[in-house]
C-alpha cells in the first residue's frame, strides 16, 4: 500500500478485493506463494505520453494519456479507453486491475487492461474530436495489437471516437487487424455490442432475483447515468416489464413516476447521443421533475441500477436505498458504490452484485468480436445475444459458487472477487516468476 498512497481510486479498488481474497488465501496456501498477491497489483506496463493537437481556431492543445498494461496471465490486454478532465493514473489503474478480474470471469482469454486522456470531448467538434483521436494513436499504436493489446470504447468514448482511432491505427500499421473492439458494424463491429454491457447487467439482477423468486415485472427501477450503459439497461428493464423511474447526468436527476416508455428512451437517445446535451431539456420536453446536481437514490425503488461513474452511491445513499425497501442493487458503471455503501447493502440483505460481475456483458460481446474477427465472419443478434445472456448466466453461477457463505445469503463481492481471481492467479502460478 505505502507504494501508492496518492492514488485513492485504486487503493479502493484493492482493498475491496484483497478484503474477499484474504481469507480465501488462508484457507488455500498455494495462492500466497511467489508474491502473487504484490504482482497481480503491480501493472505489468504504464505507459504515459503527450497528446498535442490543433482545434478548430489552429491553436495548438495538449493533452494527457495513459495506457495501464495490467495483466496478460490469461490473454492479450483488454480494456476501454476513458475521455474525461478526471482521467488520472489512480483511476485508470483502478479501472485496469477491476478488468483483469473481470474478464477472467467472462470465461474468455482475455487480460486486463485500461487507457484513456484527461481530454473532454464535450464541447468539441468532430473535426477536433478526430484530430485528438489521430494524435493519440499515433503514440499509442506501437503500443497495440491483436494478440498484443484491444482497447474498446468507456466514458466519452464511443463509436464515433473509436472509429476514429481504428482508422488511423489501420494507417500506421498497414493491417486490417481488428485492433478496437466497439467498432462500426461496417468495419468489423459486432451486433448487440453498444446493448451489451446494459443488457449484461439486467440479465445478471434478473438471475440474482430468480434464486429468490423474483423478477423485474411489476418492479420500480432507478437507473443514474443517462450514457451508453445506462440506456441499454433502461431499454432491457422496460422490456422485462420494470418501471423505470430515474435517469440522471452530471447535472442532476429526472424522476418520471409515470415510468420511461419507448419514446421517451428514444428522445433520451437522441438527445445524449446525437445533440450531446445535457438532461434539463429532456425534463422540461416531457413535463418530468428535474433536480439539478441530486443523485437518484433518494427515490423509493425496489432495484437500483448505478450506471454513470465511480463512487456515485455512498453509504448515506445505501442506508436510504436501505429505509426504502429496496431488494437488489446491480452496478452497470465501475464501483459506483463505495466500499462502505456496498457492505450496508449486504449487511441489510439486499442482493448486491459489485459491477465486475454485473457489467461484464460489455466487455464479453468485445470479446465475442475479437472471434467473429478472427474467424472472418459475423453472427446475428439472436446468436450474441444468446452468448451473452449465457457469459452472464454462468458469471452468476461462478460468484454464487465462490460467495456462498455460512448462511443462506450469497455474498456476490465476495464471490465475484474469489471466482475471477482464481483463473488469472492459476495462469500465473502456471507461467512461472515473469
Ligand atoms: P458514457 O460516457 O456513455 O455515460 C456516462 C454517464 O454518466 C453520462 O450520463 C454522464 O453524464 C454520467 N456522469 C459522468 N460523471 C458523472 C458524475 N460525476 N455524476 C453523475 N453522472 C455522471 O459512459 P458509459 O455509459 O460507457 O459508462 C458508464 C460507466 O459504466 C463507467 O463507470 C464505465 O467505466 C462503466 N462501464 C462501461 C462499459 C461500456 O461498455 N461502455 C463496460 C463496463 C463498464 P453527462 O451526460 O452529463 O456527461
Same mark, same amino acid.
Given at each position: ?24 488465501? =488462508? ?68 479501472? *485496469? ?13 482475455? @487480460? ?123 431499454? =432491457? ?14 447535472? @442532476? ?13 428514444? %428522445? ?24 439539478? @446536481? ?13 450506471? *454513470? ?54 466487455? %464479453? ?70
Amino acid at each position: 500500500e505505502s507504494r501508492d498512497p496518492h492514488q485513492p481510486e485504486y487503493m479502493q479498488a484493492v482493498r475491496e478485493v484483497m478484503e474477499s481474497l484474504w481469507p480465501f488465501v =488462508k484457507k488455500n496456501p498455494k495462492y500466497a506463494k511467489f508474491s502473487l498477491l504484490q504482482r497481480l497489483v503491480e501493472p505489468e506496463r504504464l505507459i504515459q505520453f503527450r497528446v498535442s493537437w490543433v482545434d478548430d481556431q489552429g491553436v495548438v492543445r495538449m493533452n494527457r494519456a495513459f495506457r495501464v498494461q495490467h495483466n496478460s496471465a490469461i490473454g492479450p490486454y483488454k480494456g476501454g479507453m476513458r475521455f474525461h478532465p478526471s482521467v488520472n493514473l489512480s483511476i485508470l489503474k483502478f479501472l *485496469a486491475f477491476e478488468q483483469t478480474l473481470k474478464n477472467s470471469l467472462t470465461t474468455l482469454p482475455m @487480460g486486463g487492461g485500461k487507457g484513456g486522456s484527461d481530454f473532454d470531448p464535450k464541447g468539441k467538434s468532430d473535426m477536433e474530436v478526430m484530430r485528438f483521436c489521430q494524435a493519440l494513436i499515433s503514440e499509442l499504436y506501437r503500443h497495440l495489437g491483436p494478440d498484443t493489446d484491444v482497447p474498446a470504447g468507456d466514458m466519452g468514448v464511443g463509436a464515433r471516437e473509436v472509429g476514429f482511432m481504428a482508422g488511423m491505427m489501420k494507417k500506421l500499421s498497414n493491417s486490417n487487424d481488428s485492433v478496437f473492439t466497439g467498432k462500426g458494424l461496417s468495419f468489423g463491429g459486432s451486433l448487440i455490442r453498444p446493448e451489451a454491457t446494459g443488457y449484461g447487467t439486467v440479465y445478471f439482477a434478473q438471475e440474482m432475483l430468480a434464486r429468490q423468486g423474483k423478477g423485474f415485472d411489476g418492479m420500480r427501477v432507478s437507473v443514474s447515468g443517462s450514457g451508453n450503459v445506462a440506456q441499454y439497461a433502461v431499454e =432491457k428493464a422496460i422490456a422485462f416489464g420494470a418501471k423505470v423511474v430515474t435517469v440522471s447526468d452530471s447535472t @442532476g436527476t429526472v424522476v418520471d413516476e409515470a415510468g420511461l416508455n419507448k419514446a421517451k428512451l428514444a %428522445a433520451l437517445m437522441h438527445l445524449k447521443n446525437v445533440e450531446r446535451g445535457s438532461l434539463k431539456s429532456f425534463a422540461t420536453r416531457f413535463k418530468l421533475k428535474f433536480e439539478a @446536481g441530486k443523485r437518484p437514490w433518494y427515490v423509493p425503488v425496489d432495484i437500483a441500477l448505478p450506471c *454513470a461513474t465511480q463512487n456515485e452511491l455512498d453509504l448515506k445513499d445505501a442506508k436510504l436505498l436501505i429505509k426504502n425497501g429496496v431488494q437488489c442493487v446491480a452496478e452497470g458503471a465501475n464501483m459506483p458504490a463505495t466500499l462502505d455503501a456496498a457492505h450496508a447493502l449486504i449487511a441489510a440483505g439486499v442482493l448486491y452484485a459489485p459491477g465486475k460481475a454485473s457489467n461484464a456483458g460489455g466487455v %464479453a460481446v468485445s470479446g465475442l468480436e475479437m472471434s467473429q474477427n478472427a474467424l472472418r465472419l459475423s453472427w446475428d443478434r439472436e446468436e450474441v445475444d444468446r452468448r451473452l445472456h449465457g457469459i452472464m448466466c454462468s458469471i452468476h453461477e461462478n460468484c454464487v459458487r465462490y460467495g456462498r457463505g455460512s448462511n443462506k445469503q450469497i455474498n456476490y463481492l465476495d464471490g465475484a472477487n474469489i471466482a475471477g481471481f482464481v483463473k488469472v492467479a492459476d495462469a500465473m502460478l502456471e507461467q512461472g516468476v515473469y
